[in-house]
């Protein structure tokens, strides 16, 4: 006998927390399948070869290693202990467990250049592992759930990043959240414009902190990595940016005018606005962000980061376009754009504003219950029709009190039951319950059924 | 650079193969729901606490081991080097990949079991992994679907397991197969009646060959295996066996006669077959195996196995009946019932008669082509119109000849194109091309939303 417990960092999810999943994931699917993106799955397993050196150093130490099979220990000799565990990981493991759904596409693209037809739009949604020190909200077993589009450089997929996320968000009813977009030909052009060329990465870091700690600070910080008076002076037009995505528009115009890798960046984004028009839409919940950062090291082009208002959780999805996914495995000139869902982050989400709904989730919409042999048989029948119009429901299997038959219904939270007693079976009806209301009506079986298909 | 490469024993799922498995696991899903059944998952790795022991030593050997985080060697002495591997493996690792979802369910019922409701009704779609040697069809990854029903002895449960392989079977198309059925209370009658107490086990391996090679030869290894002559005299009976159910239960009732817990196993089948009756429905497909035998060591009541008639795949489900699921993580007394569907299988099975549905596979219905910057345009309104009436539409994305755009449909299998020209735009129309016929039409958007809605 052992007292059963999971590994640190790791959870199970039970059937609620599913089926909520399932109504997250079911909203993203419907929408990348509307988009013609198909979707494949990689092994959890990669070689160790396909993923170290792709996420860093800190990266490397944070994948979980599978141990050789068989006698892992066989070419480990006494003297090699004394080297250290990163030393002889090569003798111990060949293979780790996926750390992100990148890495494992771009190793997918590059052996089966000659097979996919490019553009290739696939969407994975798989779990992946960390070994990060577990802590609220960080799991070491986690999914993530990506759209790429690879093998072109259209705009018209950025524009389409933006459709996406807002019908699936309009599916799950959110309604007040931003789109922030930005390109990193501009994030280029400002470093450059301001004269510190290169250093778009710290100049980001310290702007982002200008609506909680003001201008000065964020000044005296960027002073202290090395910024001068000059450029602090040059950059006040973005400080106190005006509103608006046109009208940003037309302040990074004037501000790039002299950086044509900038003015590019403001092209790329206005072509992508003006599709969003030409395909009859507009910008709503888009908001251009000159000083949006992510992905430095890889993203080349567009820049996505969606953020709810109103709730504690930080962004719940994000993107770019990049222009060599599949160099390091032999295939250079791959461009793309993707982004992913933070599915464990929408699911806060929809939980902190109350969004999931309650009778779609539930499951089995009707539990038969039965005083004794004759309704439990009775049952058996009218379980049969029901399922066959495509009713979800369940008959009490055991003879037993209608207490414990109406509370097994309550428990599982369902919303009605059909009561088969005596006068049902005579008159070949359904005492028909609504738990919630407490509402309760004799129907006959083909009504009953209706009224449960229109409850759906 | 580097070319990359997989796991042996792992593989991708790419498009294709991932609509099929999704159409096979859609009708599993859809089945379970509507007989009530609930979603779960488990983590992938579990304690090896909470694995080992549990799949007899050989199980414990194809585990896959996770190397502890950080300094993994740092417990590891170097005079521990020659105890040899196992000795060592828990100051290597303490966590291990699921082997089944059985072992993972015991735990979470065990974990939960003030939160669950009983009978508790779960499904599980996971991958597994076994560090078996590769070999066609075997892979050490692969998915496992599971469904179960604990805390219930009832045999509603059994009737339901024969109604849901056969509901799942009619969705994807295969009409000849048969659902074996037995009772491991029959088995153990059977031993007893022939005055082999507890041999059931060798005996099932050498009936099991029945067919294959003849009485004679089961005769002599039976007799090998120590049984005696006059047990071989008792069992022909079973030998000729009758065919149909019903006859065979006749049998079987005379032949136990004299044991009763074989008898009990023969009233357990009938009552599952009266409550077949009594949901209205018959015993097709249904086919009493006394001789029927898997997972002797937990089965103790009902026990399936379903096989696809005409294919050269072995069972495509199985399943049984258990009376200690959580017994050994401290919980006794839970029952249940549970079967699985080997997806692997199912889908060599669907691919072997051509069942998989070509058009309900495809994803993109209708690629919009253009010939020029006014085409994509007017594409781009067309596709918004498509989409919202929820038709999955793509234009592509780059300007190109219409031979590349084309090619790109053809290669990922497109039912329709509509084609945007010049006469196109100037009457607000769309020429749809069927690329299986060749045939194409000028129809208004409206109209041409209409047709690929029908074609669905």
């Given amino acids: 006998m052992q007292k059963p417990s999971l590994p640190k960092g790791t959870r199970d999810f039970g059937p609620v927390q599913m089926a909520r999943r399932n109504y997250i994931l079911d909203a993203i699917k419907d929408t990348f399948q509307l988009f013609g ?59 780790g467990l ?12 590059a052996m089966n250049r000659n097979e996919l037809s490019f553009p290739f739009k696939r969407y994975q949604i798989q779990p992946v592992w960390r070994a990060d020190r577990p802590q609220k909200g960080r799991y070491r077993e986690f999914y993530q759930c990506d759209a790429d589009v690879v093998g072109t450089e259209s705009l018209l997929c950025e524009a389409e990043i933006i459709l996406m996320i807002r019908r699936v968000f309009a ?13 990193r030909k501009i994030l280029t052009g400002i470093a450059e414009a301001i004269g510190e060329q290169g250093k778009e990465g710290p100049l980001c870091v310290a702007i982002d902190k200008l609506d909680k700690i003001g201008w000065e600070k964020v000044k005296e910080e960027l002073l202290q990595r090395g910024f001068g008076e000059a450029a602090m002076q040059k950059l006040l037009p973005l400080v106190d940016l005006a509103t608006g ?36 839409t507009n910008l709503d919940h888009v908001d251009f962000d000159p000083m949006l950062a992510r992905g430095l090291s890889y993203y080349t082009g567009a820049i996505f980061e969606v953020k709810v208002n109103g709730v504690s959780i930080g962004s719940v999805s994000g993107g770019g376009r990049y222009d060599n996914l599949t160099g390091v495995f032999g295939l250079p000139g791959v461009p793309g754009v993707g982004f992913s869902f933070g599915v464990d982050r929408l ?37 049969t029709a029901m399922r066959d119009a495509g009713v979800k429901a369940e008959l ?25 007693g005596d006068e049902e ?32």
Same sequence: chains 1, 2.
């Avoid at 009490?396 to 428990?411: D, G, I, N, R």
């Fill in 171 to 183: 599916k799950l009813g959110l309604k007040d959240y931003a789109i922030k977009v930005n390109n």
């Fill in 396 to 420: 009490y299997p055991e003879m037993t009190k209608l207490k414990k038959q109406l509370e097994y219904a309550s428990k599982k939270e369902l919303p009605f039951v059909g009561i088969c």
């Fill in 347 to 383: 699911y806060d989400v929809l939980e902190e504003l109350n969004l999931f709904p309650v009778d779609r989730l539930a499951g089995t919409q009707v539990l038969l219950t039965h005083f004794d042999q004759a309704g439990f048989d009775y049952g058996l029948r009218c379980l």
């Fill in 245 to 280: 995505v046109k009208e940003r528009l037309a302040v990074l115009t004037q501000f790039l005018s002299q950086s044509p890798i900038g003015l590019q960046g403001v092209q790329e984004l206005e072509e992508v606005f003006r599709l969003l028009e030409q395909l009859g």
């Fill in 37 to 95: 993106f198909q979707q494949i799955e990689t092994p959890s397993m990669e070689n160790l070869s396909t993923l170290t050196g792709k996420y860093g150093e800190e990266g490397d130490q944070l994948l979980f290693k599978i141990l050789n099979s068989g006698d892992f220990l066989k070419d480990l000799a006494p003297e090699d202990l004394a080297k250290g565990s990163a030393a002889n990981l090569t003798k111990l493991s060949e293979k």
């Fill in 425 to 456: 079976i005579e008159s070949g009806t359904l005492m028909l319950k609504n738990l919630a209301t407490g509402e309760q009506e004799a129907l006959s079986l083909t009504d009953a059924i209706a009224k449960l298909k229109g409850a759906e």
């Fill in 98 to 109: 996926r750390y992100d759904l990148t890495v494992p596409f771009a190793r997918y693209v």
